[in-house]
């Protein structure tokens, strides 16, 4: 029986459609697309689905450290930080995860602000 919200969500393939839509929202974004320019976003959207998946209790873990190293040259303010939080939440609420997975990953996304904020 399905038990981690991963499993619930329907594995990688799942949760890397959820994160390809979340950074369609994020390049639609005013605010947001300057730090995605010249990134390679499929690369991107595969690191990000680890993370997602080790948030929902799937295999992988992408480590504090490794998230300071990626973010500490794009001078994150906390403002985008919050912005970038909170569409990732819309992002899991449309694609259908139950309330209390989409607040567990947003809990756990905001635990790291210290890791990628580093405009204050
Ligand atoms: C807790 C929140 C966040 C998490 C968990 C996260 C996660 C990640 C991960 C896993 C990577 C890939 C790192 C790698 O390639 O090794 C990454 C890269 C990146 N993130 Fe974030 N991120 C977060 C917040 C943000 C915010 C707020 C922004 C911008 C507003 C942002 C912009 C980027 C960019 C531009 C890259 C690509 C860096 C590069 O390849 O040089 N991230 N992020």
Same mark, same amino acid.
């Given at each position: 029986?399905?038990?981690?919200?991963?499993?619930? /969500?329907?594995?990688?393939? /799942?949760?890397?459609?959820?994160?390809?839509?979340?950074?369609?929202?994020?390049?639609?974004?005013?605010?947001?697309?300057?730090y995605? /320019?010249?990134?390679?976003? /499929?690369?991107?959207?595969?690191?990000?689905?680890?993370f997602?998946?080790?948030?929902?209790?799937?295999?992988?873990?992408?480590?504090n450290?490794s998230l300071r190293k990626a973010h500490e040259?794009l001078n994150i303010n906390k403002?985008d930080f919050i912005?970038l939080a909170?569409?990732?939440?819309?992002?899991?609420?449309?694609?259908?995860?139950?309330?209390?997975?989409?607040?567990?990953?947003?809990?756990?996304v905001m635990a790291r602000e210290t890791f990628i904020v580093s405009k204050?």
């Open positions: 029986m399905a038990t981690t919200i991963f499993e619930r /969500a329907g594995g990688f393939s /799942a949760v890397r459609k959820i994160v390809a839509d979340f950074y369609d929202r994020l390049l639609d974004d005013v605010t947001l697309q300057k995605f /320019a010249n990134i390679d976003m /499929a690369r991107l959207i595969d690191h990000q689905t680890q997602v998946s080790s948030m929902m209790g799937g295999p992988g873990e992408v480590s450290d040259r403002a912005k909170g569409i990732l939440r819309d992002t899991l609420e449309d694609h259908g995860l139950p309330d209390e997975a989409v607040q567990h990953i947003y809990d756990a204050k």
